[in-house]
């Protein structure tokens, strides 16, 4: 800016404008200093606050485990081990942010760090580099974090309860590489740390202590709400019928339970009235199936609390239906099958799961899926399938449906996908593809083209082989004039997936020059 052929007055001008520039960033950067160093005071005030409050849970805790062993004892246990952890990693953080505010004056009338004095980072990146990866320090820090997730994943194990809070862990505590605004690939304490202010650097470990006080308060949380919903008022409870199946066939045995929605072995009723017994806290369900149609189950559980008897009642319903003989089969498609054709099927019997029925015939295969096949009928003009199942009682029930089988339809010649009478100039007949395509047929099916005849008015018919005008067939086209309609026969196609299947004839396709 002050370079080139300037003038002396304009060279002045701008070197004022660049000073001017310096003092508003100067200015800015105390603000943000300032603004590091009063974040930091709230997270030491929430730090405080919320050491505080964790130490009532853990007191609480320890209280509950003395009243009752059985429920708090085990939660109690891993509260202690989470605060012994939780403790000795939010000192090691603290010893860091110490290391970094050495050398930095306190005020005594406030105890305040002097923050807008805290704008260089120079012992963090001395201490915690090495060229482009970690000193020992650094290698010791990212390893206290390692540790510090590792020690605490140990304490939960595989418990599928815990997985919210070892996710929150993960997240907050994880020290893999990081990509910047640019896409570059950087270390964890290079993205955060390297070239900061020390003030900001001490604000982001206040940060960190402080998702470590916030995870350990939401543990001990879990870990209390774990047994305090077990205790819940019984109103709150649902009881629910779960038999074990929703259709019976008629005389069939009925057999389930009836369970609360939480269901626990030291909760049990006073009384129970209803079709079964009492055992273990819930009620074991034994009768026979009655009529065909739906059936009601109900009663109510009693139970005692606060000196009062909660009644709980509960009504279900379950289909009694008729014992099955007859097999539900359907084309997926059609009513009939197609010769050299996959044909989607689907076979069941009613009221019996899939992997109890069997279903045989010519052709038919298993598609993949229960329930699912695939018919491709060969010879003949009709097919049966066989069909039997095995009912929950050993025994076997058949039945049988045919299908008339039908050839595919004769396909109709194309010229650039038209069909019929297709008008156009002599070019575009050169450059476009005689195609086939099946008219009103359900199935998705691939034709292609191998051949074809060409006759253009006073011209010898010419035998094309493929899909597109040879050069023969273009010099026979070159003498046909305006009006002129030239015949497309003896279109030779084959089906795709199925060669040697015999497809009808093609039908022709006229193309008039324009």
């Known amino acids: 800016m002050a370079g080139g052929k300037l003038t002396p007055r304009q060279k002045m001008i ?31 005030a929430s730090n405080i606050s919320t050491t505080d409050y964790n130490k009532k849970l853990l007191n609480f805790l320890e209280a509950k485990a003395g009243e009752d062993p059985a429920k708090f004892s085990e939660p109690n246990q891993k509260a202690k081990q989470v605060s012994q952890l939780s403790e000795a990693f939010y000192n090691y953080l603290g010893g860091l942010k110490k290391e970094i505010s050495e050398g930095f004056d306190v005020d005594e009338s406030t105890g305040k760090l002097p923050y807008e004095s805290m704008d260089k980072g120079d012992k963090i990146d001395e201490l915690w580099f090495e060229g482009d990866g970690y000193s020992p320090k650094g290698k010791e820090i990212v390893g206290k974090f390692e540790k510090f997730v590792a020690d605490m994943k140990t304490v939960f194990g595989n418990d599928v309860k815990y997985q919210p809070v070892i996710k929150e ?15 570059i690939t950087k270390k964890y304490l290079d993205y955060h740390y390297k070239g900061f202010p020390a003030i900001a650097s001490i604000t982001k470990l206040s940060a960190l202590q402080n998702d470590i006080k916030t995870l350990e308060s939401g543990i001990y949380n879990v870990l209390m709400g774990n047994t305090f919903k077990e205790a819940a008022s019984m109103k709150n409870f649902q009881a629910i019928v779960a038999l074990d199946k929703n259709v019976y066939f008629q005389g069939e045995k009925v057999t389930g ?33 009655g009529a065909v149609g739906e059936q009601k189950i109900a009663g109510t559980f009693t139970f005692l609390e606060d000196g009062k008897n909660i009644p709980l009642k509960f009504e279900g319903a379950y289909v009694v239906v008729p014992r099955p003989n007859q097999a539900t089969i359907s084309a997926d498609k059609m009513n009939v099958v197609y010769r050299g054709l996959d044909n989607p099927m689907t076979i069941s019997f009613a009221g019996v799961s899939s992997d109890k029925v069997n279903a045989s015939a010519p052709g038919l295969r298993p598609a993949g899926k229960p329930g699912q096949y695939i018919m491709k009928p060969q010879q003949g003009q009709e097919v049966v399938v066989n069909v039997t199942a095995t009912l929950p009682d050993k025994s076997t029930v058949s039945d049988k449906k045919m299908f008339r089988i039908k050839g595919i339809p004769a396909p109709t010649g194309t010229i650039r996908g038209e069909y019929g009478v297709v008008k156009g100039p002599k070019a575009s007949l050169i450059a476009s593809t005689v195609g086939a395509k099946l008219l009103d047929f359900d199935f998705d099916v691939t034709l292609n083209v191998t051949g074809f005849n060409i006759k253009v008015p006073g011209q010898p018919t010419v035998v094309v082989q493929g899909s597109k005008l040879n050069a023969q067939a273009v010099a026979a086209l070159s003498k046909a004039g305006r009006g002129d309609q030239v015949t497309i026969s003896e279109i030779k196609v084959k089906l795709v997936g199925a060669e040697n299947l015999l497809l009808p004839r093609t039908s022709v396709v006229i193309y008039e020059i324009q």
């Open 169 to 183: 862990l993960e997240l907050k505590f994880n020290t893999k590489d990081v990509k910047d605004g640019e896409g």
């Open 257 to 289: 339970k009836v369970v609360l929605g939480r269901y626990d072995a030291n909760t049990k009723p006073t009384s129970f009235s209803g079709p079964g017994k009492i055992e273990n806290g819930q009620a074991i369900i034994s009768m026979t199936a």
């Open 14 to 44: 701008n070197l004022m404008y660049l000073v001017f520039i310096a003092m508003l960033a100067l200015n800015m950067s105390k603000e943000v200093l300032s603004a590091f160093g009063l974040m930091n005071e709230k997270f030491d």
